[in-house]
């Protein structure tokens, strides 16, 4: 006998409540497999929405790196080359002067302005790149040494901060801003000295190739490291 015959009954109102029963069985396996397929339908829709938001969260955390990356990086070291020595060159609007190169201690009233030789501390001043203000006493004696220091007015923008660096050596020169100046920058050597309002000016660059390290320094080739150290060195 098959399970169907087996249900069956003489009785019409208990046959009617056993196939309701099994109607009703079904039913719920019905809905049982159809809650169990939304289910996963809700899983793997959760599971889509948690991997798209860990894929933004990371791309814009890839975004925010490359651009600190950027933002914060170290700014390029001075690359530009110039010939040791002087030619004799003259060129429009460098002063010259006499300074004499006597070593003293505290602070010194210069004749030119920034100073561009004179009496100097006994230590000179690292050469190097300074987003402050230098002591002039320290500045000075590296310049005893053939070094050049750029100076330029603290109000200068960072654009043509960024243009006057790409004249920059990659040794022997101080950059450090300046208070007080009456031009936007000032390029000096020991006993010379340009000024130019514009960082653009290709005058800088002449200035670089007949006194950057130049023989008729005081002190050539004396050293522009193994000094002090001033507030800002880059």
């Known amino acids: 006998m098959s399970p169907t015959e087996k249900r069956q009954s003489g009785n019409p109102a208990k046959q009617a409540e056993i ?5 009703q069985q079904r039913e ?5 497999k159809l809650a169990e397929y939304q ?58 002067f006499t300074n004499v190169t006597d070593h003293v201690e505290g602070t010194v009233d210069y004749d030119q302005n920034p100073p561009a030789g004179g009496p100097h501390n006994a230590v000179w001043l690292n050469c190097g790149i300074y ?14 040494h053939g ?17 006057l660096r790409t004249w920059l050596p990659s040794s022997y020169v101080i ?10 920058i000032a390029v000096s050597a020991w006993d010379a000295q340009l000024k130019v309002d514009s960082a653009s000016d ?24 193994g000094g002090i150290d001033a507030a800002g060195q880059q």
């Open 175 to 184: 950059l450090s801003p300046y208070e007080g100046m009456d031009t936007a």
């Open 147 to 163: 070094a050049v220091w750029v100076t330029y007015d603290p109000a200068m923008s960072d654009e043509d901060l960024e243009t």
């Open 39 to 96: 289910k996963q339908i809700a899983r793997r829709r959760r599971s889509r929405i948690v991997w798209w938001t860990v894929g933004i969260v990371a791309a814009i955390a890839v975004i925010a790196l490359v651009w600190a990356s950027i933002a914060f990086a170290p700014q390029p070291e001075p690359s530009a080359e110039y010939t040791e020595g002087s030619d004799g060159a003259t060129i429009e609007g460098v002063e010259t």
């Open 28 to 32: 719920q396996q019905k809905q049982a």
């Open 202 to 225: 290709e005058r800088i660059g002449e200035f670089f190739e007949e006194y950057w390290r130049s023989q008729n320094a005081p002190e050539p080739g004396a050293a522009c490291t």
């Open 131 to 144: 987003t402050e203000p230098v002591p002039n006493e320290n500045a000075v004696h590296s310049l005893e």
């Open 19 to 23: 196939n309701l029963t099994v109607k």
